[in-house]
């Protein structure tokens, strides 16, 4: 089996191995784009399976750390069995450190593939379904604020709205260039912003889509910097009322849901879960934002298979306010490949990644780890691949 990054070349093949995998029917103009790539194997110059790796970052405490993910991995039925999505995935893991990329995420649809190569289940996207009478029972605002449509001079302002926002959620994607096409947004049938003082308070998209006698509303974002943003878009929400059968809102920002919503004790949530995976662990403890916390330090040992460049002994060390990765220590807590995703994200406390057999060890040493990734909330994506 021979490995190598694809080229333009190999559409005809991804195209085919893609729409037989995912019943694809759209064929790509090009397969190399800037801020992606991908791998290839081949066995008897025959290309049996494919991967395809985009240039993401997500956000941890704060700051944006560059993410490889995964997607669109598909083997040849005749090939199956032989080994093929496993060796692709070593050879992402390579290329993705290659690439300066510590951490790597994916949407698993075989999550046992993936638990074989180090990834583990981190964070959820999410839909929720809000029935007309929720919208409007909505508190309304008490600062109206006039919106207007949205215009290709306010992309940039539109970005950092949502990174203002993004950037407290553990787990977003920072949306950044090239991989994300800022303008592609200007395609929806709703784009509305509430111009503030200093840039955008806040920003709504959204397409018309069918169902039911009436219809729904597909609302993408609804992104408000402050209460009175964040009521004043769910109010143009509910002057929908009488022309839709219900509003399907992606959760970008769960206080929309959770503190302001109107959603009652039962409701439809449609979830997808993704998986996190930590490839470099001193690169993506340095690119991570950390509490201040007492000078401290944690001994550990790594056991990674399929990662050997970080497998081994590691001092995890918080200096000055500082938190960095350095090898060395006792290996007092011993963590598998599949914990370091969880914990890194903050998915999952030291407790339930020991009960579930991937951590053990050292308690003192293991609260330590609790007390860097604190209590940040369910990590969250907004966005597919």
């Not at 790539?37 to 290309?47: C, F, M, Q």
């Not at 598909?74 to 290329?95: F, S, T």
Request: aromatic share 6%; net charge negative.
């Amino acid at each position: 089996m021979h490995i190598r990054e694809y080229t333009d070349d190999d559409i005809e093949a991804v195209f085919r191995l893609r729409k037989l995998a995912f019943n694809s029917t759209e064929r790509p103009e090009r397969l190399v784009k800037p801020g992606s790539h991908g791998l290839v194997a081949e066995i008897d110059g025959r290309v049996a399976g494919v991967l395809g790796i985009g240039s993401y970052a997500q956000f941890y405490g704060g700051a944006a750390v560059p993410m490889g993910g995964i997607g669109g991995v598909a083997v040849d039925g005749a090939y199956r069995g032989r080994g093929v999505a496993n060796a692709l995935l070593d050879a992402a893991l390579v290329v993705m450190r290659e690439h300066g990329q510590p951490i790597s995420a994916l949407y698993p649809t075989v999550p046992t593939l993936y638990r074989g190569r180090g990834w583990e289940r981190a964070g959820v996207f999410e839909w929720v379904e809000l029935p007309m009478d929720r919208v409007l029972s909505v508190p309304r605002p008490a600062e109206p604020i006039a919106s207007r449509p949205a215009d290709g001079s306010d992309l940039t302002a539109l970005h950092e709205c949502y990174l203002e926002v993004a950037r407290t959620i553990g787990g977003m994607a920072d949306r950044r260039p090239p991989r994300i096409d800022l303008g592609k947004v200007l395609e929806m049938d709703l784009v509305s912003v509430l111009p503030g003082p200093n840039g955008l308070r806040g920003y709504l998209t959204a397409s018309r889509e069918p169902g039911g006698d009436m219809g729904r509303l597909k609302v993408h974002d609804l992104i408000g910097v402050d209460v009175e943003a964040q009521l004043n878009l769910l109010a143009s929400l509910a002057s929908w009322a009488g022309t839709l059968e219900a509003i399907d809102l992606r959760i970008t920002d769960p206080a929309t849901v959770n503190l302001l919503g109107g959603t009652p004790l039962r409701h439809s949530v449609w979830t997808s879960t993704w998986m996190q995976r930590v490839v470099d662990l001193p690169a993506a403890v340095a690119a991570r934002g950390w509490p201040r916390l007492a000078d401290a330090a944690v001994d550990l040992e790594i056991i990674d298979e399929h990662a050997p460049w970080h497998a081994g002994r590691w001092r995890v060390v918080v200096e000055d306010g500082a938190v960095r990765a350095e090898p060395g220590g006792t290996g007092a807590v011993r963590l598998h490949a599949r914990a370091l995703g969880p914990w890194f994200s903050g998915a999952q406390n030291t407790h339930a990644l020991r009960r579930a057999g991937l951590l053990e060890g050292d308690p003192a040493g293991a609260a330590v780890l609790d007390q860097l990734t604190g209590s940040s909330g369910t990590p969250r994506l907004a966005d597919f691949f």
